[in-house]
């Protein structure tokens, strides 16, 4: 079944890798039944181990190609490579199982750990240690888990102070953020009345210099006309006789010395 589904290209070449590692495990169990020694056995569960741990992390990575692409595959498609990726979290269970079956039969009390659910879903396990499983009892494994669990509330309510922290933060942020931006805004507002203002008052300053331009002008001219009629006055009463100069209009002439005409009776 698994060969018909539609898959990536990537998807298929970790499909294709996590199908070798299983014939792989299939047939190291196999030659594992027929070896004696129990030394070569230990090394043969050895070899089989990390590849387990080599398949544990395609599975991981076939689980989140598989939610890159789940968007882009129809709900059918979707739904046959989710039940394929469970059927290989199942196999690669029940070779972790096996191999735990045969460290027990040989006698070898250490166990390493292997949580394939954990591991699938994306999340890394909190640590991996070797442990005596044998000699645990039932209130210790209680125990383990209650703690693993209080570590794990921890974790959480930490994760949930550290989101509360940062949406103050963002929210203060965005506070401060407005302020300044009306801030900048009545900034702007100001430079536009004041830009108005200069411009106004450059107007004004023309206009003033226009006016003063010709007031200047006018006092000029009018200075001149003075000073020529002075002139002209001071020429008449140098030299009234002279014919060139003309007079000046409304100005009556210098007066002409007259002669007194004395008539004397004569008795």
Not at 18 to 31: E, P, T, V, Y
Not at 93 to 116: H, P
Not at 146 to 153: A, L, V
Not at 235 to 250: L, T
Request: charged share 30%; with cysteine.
């Amino acid at each position: 079944m698994a060969s018909n589904l539609p898959m990536s290209p990537k998807l298929e070449q970790i499909h294709g890798e996590i199908r070798d590692l299983f014939r792989a495990l299939a047939n190291g169990f196999q030659r594992l039944d027929k070896i004696k020694d129990s030394t070569r056995q230990s090394k043969q569960l050895e070899e089989l181990t990390e590849k387990m741990r080599d398949c544990k992390g395609l599975v991981k990575e076939f689980d989140r190609e598989l939610k890159v692409e789940e968007p882009r595959n129809s709900p059918e498609v979707n739904k046959q490579l989710n039940d394929e990726k469970q059927s290989m979290i199942k196999e690669l269970n029940s070779y972790v199982a096996l191999r735990k079956t045969y460290m027990s039969t040989l006698g070898n009390k250490k166990v390493e750990l292997f949580d394939m659910g954990a591991g699938v879903s994306g999340e890394p396990t909190a640590e991996e240690n070797v442990q005596v499983a044998s000699s645990m009892s039932n209130q210790e494994l209680i125990d383990a888990g209650t703690k693993r669990m209080d570590e794990t509330d921890q974790a959480i309510e930490r994760s949930k102070q550290v989101v509360e922290q940062t949406l103050e933060v963002g929210t203060q942020t965005a506070a401060n953020l407005k302020g300044q931006t009306d801030q900048m805004g009545r900034v702007v507002n100001h430079l536009d009345t004041i830009q108005f203002s200069i411009k106004k008052a450059s107007q004004l300053v023309k206009e003033i210099g226009r006016q003063v331009a010709t007031d200047k002008c006018i006092m000029a001219f009018l200075f001149l006309i003075v000073c020529g009629v002075i002139a002209i006055i001071v020429v008449k009463i140098v030299h009234p006789n002279n014919k060139d100069i003309r007079d000046i209009p409304g100005l009556a002439p210098p007066a002409q010395s007259r002669k007194l005409l004395y008539l004397r009776n004569q008795d």
